[in-house]
């Protein structure tokens, strides 16, 4: 899991480091680093290890195999319409960039997939009893 800096703004590029970084095993967010005694941290924040215990109860009551969750369906309509967003943008980019674009072209391709990225920057998809509601 790569970290996420968050700090990107349109005119700069953002650094992303894959596999150097723990991350929490409920929010996926960068853990920090590891005190030097005692067990490792598994959560970045007590709310977290809770909604952790809370899905793992959740997950036994309902039989659950290991790594199934439940979301709420509008949370997960709300994901794959920013995913959707960004693929239309990735298509748009390649069209735009194909053959020898003049350079102002790359920075419009970059600006146009910022603004189709950042709807998804801190998203987290949470399994929690609320989204035990069935809305099909
Ligand atoms: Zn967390």
């Not at 009551?61 to 920013?82: N, P, T």
């Not at 390649?94 to 998203?123: I, K, Q």
């Amino acid at each position: 899991m790569g970290e996420r800096t968050g700090q990107c703004r349109p005119n700069y590029f953002c650094t992303v480091t894959k596999g150097a970084v723990e991350a929490c095993q409920w929010c996926r967010r960068p853990l920090p680093p590891r005190a030097a005694t005692g067990r490792p941290r598994r959560f970045c924040q007590p709310a977290c290890r809770q909604r952790a215990y809370e899905a793992r109860r959740l997950a036994s009551s309902l039989h659950l195999g290991v790594g199934e969750v439940v979301v709420a369906k509008a949370e997960l309509d709300q994901l794959h319409d920013r995913l959707y967003v960004l693929e239309a943008a990735l298509e748009d980019v390649a069209g735009d960039l194909a053959g020898s674009p003049p350079a102002v072209a790359y920075r419009e391709a970059f600006l146009h997939l910022y603004e189709a990225a950042a709807p998804l920057r801190g998203v987290v998809v949470e399994g929690s009893p609320s989204a035990l509601v069935v809305d099909v």
